[in-house]
């Protein structure tokens, strides 16, 4: 049973406009909702997160919006850069004892020139 | 600091063969973990460890054993390999936290005939 669920599986967007990746969650016991950015050939890297505590958090371009009663949150991207083109993975944590990730299935983000 | 590092980088096994997966962290992390990554899947936890000489089960852990007799090293086996388990391997680690960032290797890719 898939506890995150992540679209769209793909994603092409016009260099300077805005990418927008959405995730749905089951478990309320989730509480903290990191999104991870992966370049081919590498490892996952955290890319930014949020608490259920506030609605939406902004790292430059990244915006992370967050419906607690939905049990939503999404990815925004603004002002979309090739070097954006990546996979990006949504995930939850909750209270287990090694805090462990469920991680939703991956957008592959391709930002054209 | 070399962060997260991962032996070998790219394997070829036959099936009912055996190996040995190694995960090295220099960072004093007391969490580790091992993913797989299948296209369409995301990650799913195969095995975490929380400290030296304990380890845990994930979401799909059959057909892996692992070991952690030292804090910086985690240990994946494949005791005998199937196909089904052909795959991109990858581990990371934590520091103890709340929230904690998890750090991820640069992967294994393994392939099963």
């Known amino acids: 049973q898939q506890q995150v669920k992540q679209s769209p599986q793909s994603l092409i967007v016009q260099k300077g406009g805005i990418s927008i990746i959405n995730c749905a969650y089951e478990n309320t016991a989730f509480d903290y909702f990191p999104w991870y950015q992966q370049f081919p050939g590498k490892g996952p890297a955290l890319l930014i997160a949020?608490?259920?505590?506030?609605s939406e958090k902004k790292e430059g371009r990244f915006t992370i919006s967050f419906n607690k009663s939905a049990k939503q949150f999404s990815l925004h991207i603004m002002d979309s850069q090739p070097g954006d083109s990546a996979t990006y993975f949504c995930a939850a944590t909750g209270t287990g004892s090694a805090r462990q990730l469920t991680f939703g299935s991956g957008t592959q983000l391709t930002v054209l020139p | 600091n070399a962060g997260v590092t991962q032996t070998p980088k790219f394997r070829v096994l036959k099936t009912g063969q055996s190996m040995t997966l190694l995960c090295a962290q220099d960072?004093?992390?007391?969490?580790m973990y091992w993913y797989r990554q299948d296209p369409g899947m995301g990650l799913r936890l195969i095995h975490y460890?929380?400290?030296?000489?304990?380890?845990a089960k994930g979401e799909v852990p059959d057909g892996y054993n692992v070991s952690r007799l030292k804090k910086q090293n985690f240990l994946l086996g494949l005791e005998s390999a199937a196909p089904s388990q052909t795959s991109v391997y990858f581990c990371?680690?934590?520091?103890?936290?709340?929230?904690?960032?998890?750090?991820f290797g640069p992967g294994t890719r393994l392939t099963v005939l």
């Open positions: 990371a680690s934590s520091y103890l936290g709340s929230y904690n960032e998890q750090f």
């Open positions: 949020i608490r259920p505590d506030v």
């Open positions: 460890s929380v400290g030296e000489g304990t380890t």
């Open positions: 960072m004093n992390h007391e969490y």
